[in-house]
């Protein structure tokens, strides 16, 4: 994963949602129950009353500065629309109704709302807002600021926000301190979660405001850090806020104890490399195989001034690929994107651009149990075969598994196999150029962020131009490449779709048929398949694990065989190097680097 496609894939869960379970007695004379927190099919991990997360050092010392890295540039201090590039580490400056814990699957706790009451039906949810939560003005945060920002992020935001909040038919402040939402039925569990996450806006400070302009107007927010100062798209520094309402809130207990965090921009990953070699900046992490096995060297590694190290992760790795765009005519025969898929050898790359460090990836859900790594079971068998007819075969009798060679770059066998798919679609070689039956070129643009993949990109476009097409990369920078994403005006890219350990309403943003032509969603894929919706809504409304693994397999093999991308690689480590300036506790939680637990030694 880059800097890019965590921006544009970002999930805004990160990415984690799943169906409510509360921990907590009812409320006499209603049909409610109150709550510390909302947790997966379960008890949450932490008792009400807990003093701080297992993975965070309640002592650890504050202060000090650092330097972080991003690449590219940014021209927005507003990461809620569809406009301008926002800067890194912006939501620092936000508190949330809810946070959630990086040590369970996906567990919320009270932040802004000390209490949350949700009805035995799941028909609504209560939020008890905490009333010492204040603003950076003091001001205090109130139930008109939730309702507020739900409806401005829903009417205003990004589109995702619109699918996330699909089911929510009415938001009101019920008095100063909670604020209510009422739910189309009981059936999507994770709604009351991902209400949760909502950031809250101060709505006196927004009100009478452009949301959609004022791009780099320091923005009013309530978490642990404030923006000190900025030179638009090269630098934007956070102070931490001292006067901070949460920060001895078991949520915070032992979490942001950096004073000063200052981002510096560069233009490419490599430069950001040199620069932190250089004593620039004090942390990296690298998503570059070749640069992690080969440039991690030299006096000061050897002299430990810097650290390098690999952090297992247990995080589901999603699926990373050559994404293909369904809506160019040239790509809706799902049997012309499989033809291309025998045109990637990564077997080959593994092992001579990779340095062996990766694994195929063979589904949207990898590297978890959601992953369709079998055949159905029976519980998947009856969300499918309603729609057999209309589905290929393979999605009942086969599992999953991209094209493998022998990686020694001889890929004849596989070309071969690509060339009948492709005669069966209507495309025959004339002349060394592969044409359809109106004489026209089969010839594609792969639209790229980042220079690294140009040498991933150059033998597959080799092994393509072997079947007679005609593809070329476009490098483009960092605004181009987020705007044509957002106009869907692309062939293919390098994506990748992030996935948590408990799916949910972004699925929805991901492949909704409503969302293909919604410019600024994340359809990218311009899905539009009433067998898609119809599972989507399955993992919605799953009432148990089981029924949720079985709805998620289910996609996932449905997505698989039918082609739109070519997928390419992961890995279930952080490679991480920094100055040998930090501590950070003996335990690390499961789902996160926890970067921020970190803090800087006393020396």
Known sequence: MNLYTQYLALPLKALVLITAFLHGAAIAETNTRVTHALAIHGDAKYPEGFKHFDYANPDAPKGGSIVLSSVGSFNSLNPFIAKGVPADRIGMIYDTLTARSSDEPFTEYGLIAEKIELANDSSFVIFHIDPKARFHDDKPVTAEDVIFTFNLLVEKGRPHYKAYYHDVVEAVALDKYRAQFKFKNGNNRELPLIIGQLPVLPKHYWEGKDFTDNLLDIPLGSGPYKISDMQTGQ???????????????????????????????????????????????????????????????????DDKTLLKEEIKNENPAGMQAFALNSRKDLFKDPVVRQALNYAFDFEWANKNLFYGAYKRTNSYFENSELAAHQL??????????????????????????APVTKGDGNIRKQLRAALRLLKT??????????????????????????????????????????????????????SQYIERLRNFDFDMVVMSFRQSNSPGNEQRDYWFSGFADKKGSRNYLGIKDPIVDALIEKIIKADSREDLIAASRALDRVLLWSHYVIPQWHIDTYRVAYKNKFARPELSPKYDLGFFTWWIKAE
């Open 376 to 401: 159905p079971s029976e519980k998947e068998l009856a969300l499918l075969n309603p729609y057999k007819d209309d589905l290929p075969p393979e999605v009942f009798n086969k599992v999953y598994q």
């Open 235 to 301: 630098t934007i520094t956070f102070k931490r806020n001292k006067n901070y309402w949460a920060k001895d809130h078991p949520i915070n207990k032992g979490s942001y104890n950096f004073d000063s965090i200052r981002v510096e921009y560069f233009r490419d990953a490599n430069v950001a490399l040199e620069g932190f070699k250089s004593g620039n900046f004090d942390f990296y992490m690298e998503y570059s195989s070749k640069r992690w096995a080969t440039l991690y060297t030299g006096d000061k590694f």
């Open 425 to 478: 679609a209507g495309w025959t070689v004339k002349n060394g150029v592969l044409t359809n039956n109106a004489g026209q070129p089969f010839e594609f643009e792969v639209l790229l962020v980042q220079k690294d993949f140009e040498r991933i990109v150059l033998p597959f476009i080799q092994n393509l131009k072997k079947l007679g097409i005609n593809a070329t990369p476009r490098l483009v920078d960092q």
